[in-house]
């Protein structure tokens, strides 16, 4: 059979074989202990079957061995835990990892470079694109610079989801994410994953799981699941409404800082395309200041504010309100699900009375 295709394999992952008289996709099993004697399922915090069955699915478009977390913290938590030695991390990556960093010998790097030798480094993370500023790196270059240095190196691939980017396929050695987003896609539970090409650093990140207690309810990993199913439509229409809101916004006299990796005119573009399969809704802008992003929102009817992105409607988030080292007027936008032409009209709309 010749190699199925996004939509189909996002709809048929992980899923059990069919049984007369059972749902399409299984239900959440909740236990704590179960009846002695199966190879795997013993007691609830170590392993349950509805994880599996995401992390079947999740590896399979990852293309390794997932292992699945409480949120993409729990996940990162667990991957920063395999360095020995310095860490090398983004300078512009998502806020959280930078402050659990302060913990480790740490150097941090803007995504866009230059990168100093991994000399003495035991993990690179990359986060590309970045988040928010939407720079991007090229994974294969630096996964053998880090190979070299004898350094694990490891790619937050939140942004671009699975579909988006396979890292593993890049050289990368692990793909951490937060699955909050645009992966479960609504906007309605917290979970993680770590993805990994070897089932030796799975089987480490899976033991550190089970020590730590970091495990997601397995009725938020069954949601996560029924969300993935719809994963390639969600980001299908999202990479429309960027396109579009991209062409509309370029020459915006209110707009500067337009970013989209996805725009043959954005700067990260020539390595995006090179390494990314498809492109997703989050795009970032600048606004003259704080005062216009508020009468922006407020004259917008589609697009509310919300701190998180990927998800079926359309936020806006104001990033230097949470710290991000960003002008205050700086705006990465998630598009939704909503349809293009209306989007596009209340935005237009929206702007054009601030
Ligand atoms: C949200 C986010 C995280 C943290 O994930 P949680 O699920 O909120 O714990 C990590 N990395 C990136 C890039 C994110 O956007």
Redesign the pocket.
């Known amino acids: 059979m010749t190699a199925l295709g996004d939509g189909t394999r996002c709809v048929h992952g992980g899923m059990a074989d069919p049984v007369p008289g059972t749902p399409l996709l299984a239900s959440p099993v909740f236990a704590t202990a179960y009846h002695l004697g199966h190879p795997s399922y013993g007691y609830g915090r170590a392993d349950n079957p509805t994880w599996r069955a995401l992390e079947s699915a999740i590896g399979d478009l990852d293309g390794g061995e997932c292992v699945v977390f409480s949120?993409?913290?729990?996940a990162?938590s667990a991957v920063l835990e395999l360095c020995t030695g310095k860490l090398v991390l983004p300078s512009d990556?998502?806020y959280?990892?930078r402050t659990l960093a302060q913990s480790f010998d740490a150097v941090a790097v803007p995504t866009a470079g230059p990168w100093p030798s991994f000399a003495g480094a035991g993990l690179v993370l990359l986060?590309t694109p970045s988040?928010p500023g939407l720079d991007v790196c090229d994974i294969t270059a630096l996964a053998s610079a880090a190979h070299a240095e004898g350094a694990l190196l490891a790619v937050?691939n939140?942004?671009a989801t699975p579909l988006g980017q396979r890292p593993l396929e890049l050289g990368a050695d692990i793909v951490v994410s937060?699955?909050?987003?645009a992966l479960s896609g609504h906007s309605d539970i917290?979970?993680?994953h770590v993805t990994c090409a070897s089932a030796d650093l799975a089987a480490r990140i899976r033991q550190h799981r089970t020590v730590h207690g970091s495990i997601p309810g397995p009725f938020e990993t069954w949601l996560a699941h029924r969300g993935l199913g719809t994963l390639d439509l969600r980001l299908a229409r999202q990479a429309t409404n960027a396109a579009a809101l991209y062409s509309a916004l370029q020459d915006h006299p209110l707009v500067s800082g337009l970013r989209w990796p996805g725009a043959p005119a954005d700067p990260a573009y020539p390595v995006a395309s090179r390494q990314m399969r498809r492109f997703g809704g989050v795009l970032t802008f600048t606004l003259p200041s704080i005062e216009v992003v508020d009468r922006f929102l407020a004259a917008s009817k589609l697009v509310t504010a919300a701190t998180?992105?990927g998800g079926l409607h359309t936020t806006a988030d104001r990033r230097a309100q949470w710290g991000d080292p960003v002008p205050p007027g700086l705006v990465r936008l998630s598009a939704g699900c909503e349809d293009t032409d209306d989007l596009l009209t209340d935005i237009q709309a929206a702007l054009n009375t601030t």
């Open positions: 949120s993409g913290m729990a990162i990556g998502y959280l990892t986060e988040n937050d939140t942004t937060s699955d909050t987003k917290l979970l993680g998180s992105f």
